[in-house]
């Protein structure tokens, strides 16, 4: 389930992706801080715009990441998380004529954020629209600060959703509320983003980025299985029936016990784990 069987293995492939993301590097920037992913979008003066390229280069520090680290964090340099699918890039694709693109593209990507070993936290500022948006809908716990606005006006492009939005977005804010935002070209502001399930935290401008480092580090401080099975599991039982879901979470729940578990276990009985926080503080204790 780890992934980290043949240490040399994963340590040939963590050098090679290095090598890809080196090239790369004006699109994504990656940093290992403790054990912390901090992975940035790096197109700030297209407000962070994503395209294949873009995603391609996602798609191998998200990697990297789940190789090496034990949490990660998303951001976008500049004034902005992302303002979504780049438009430019796309007229050419879709001017009549053009061969058709393969739908799905970004998927992957998402997918491995989504899904991945480890839980992401997005740090998010400025616009987060469109496919911006998608790709804060695959992290696992969003931080707004105070300048975030949240759009999907694929209604006003003739476009639709393609990073998975259907699916992911729609399952955090309903259909009503996505519908809204598609069809009347509503944005919301990070206040209302997080009455809608958008964003978990809201923050001061120019602290989301802080708050994100932090709730990630928070994150890796948890055993490692169970936060697999958080990011891992808890998805697809939301895909299942009722019976079906109880009977995975039997299995997950034998899976994820290890040694480590026991002695958090023995640690807690034994009043030398460390209490709850207080109500209405996170476990960063913040």
């Not at 949240?150 to 399952?171: H, K, M």
């Not at 009347?184 to 935290?201: D, H, K, M, P, S």
């Not at 034994?270 to 476990?283: D, F, I, M």
Request: hydrophobic letters at 45%; one cysteine or more.
């Amino acid at each position: 389930m780890s992934g980290k069987g043949n240490p040399a293995t994963a340590a040939q492939q963590v050098g090679l992706l290095a090598e890809k993301l080196g090239m790369a590097e004006k699109l994504i920037t990656y940093e290992l801080d403790g054990d912390v992913a901090v992975i940035g979008l790096n197109r700030a003066d297209k407000r962070n715009a994503i395209n294949d390229a873009v995603m391609a280069a996602l798609r191998e520090a998200v990697f990297r990441a789940n190789e090496e680290a034990k949490a990660g964090v998303i951001f976008g340099h500049g004034a902005n998380f992302s303002a979504g699918l780049d438009l430019a890039e796309a007229s050419t694709w879709m001017k009549p004529g053009a061969p058709r693109r393969k739908r799905g593209r970004w998927n992957r990507s998402l997918d491995l954020v989504a899904r991945g070993q480890i839980p992401v936290v997005a740090a998010l500022k400025g616009a987060c629209i469109g496919g911006g948006l998608e790709l804060a809908a695959a992290t696992h716990v969003r931080v707004a600060d105070e300048t975030t606005f949240f759009a999907l006006p694929e209604g006003q492009r003739g476009i639709f959703v393609g990073g998975g939005g259907s699916v992911r977005i729609q399952r955090l804010m309903g259909y009503a509320r996505m519908a809204d935002l598609m069809l009347t070209g509503r944005v919301l502001t990070a206040e209302e983003g997080e009455r809608a399930n958008l964003c978990q935290y809201v923050v001061p401008a120019g602290e989301s980025l802080d708050r994100a480092k932090s709730l990630a580090a928070r994150i890796a401080q948890n055993a490692p299985l169970t936060n697999w099975a958080v990011c891992s599991c808890l998805p697809r039982v939301n895909d299942m029936s009722h019976d079906d879901g109880l009977f995975i979470e039997g299995l997950i729940g034998q899976a994820v016990a290890s040694t480590e578990g026991y002695e958090r276990v023995k640690d807690f009985v034994e009043k030398r784990a460390k209490p709850l926080v207080k109500p209405g503080r996170s476990g960063d204790e913040r």
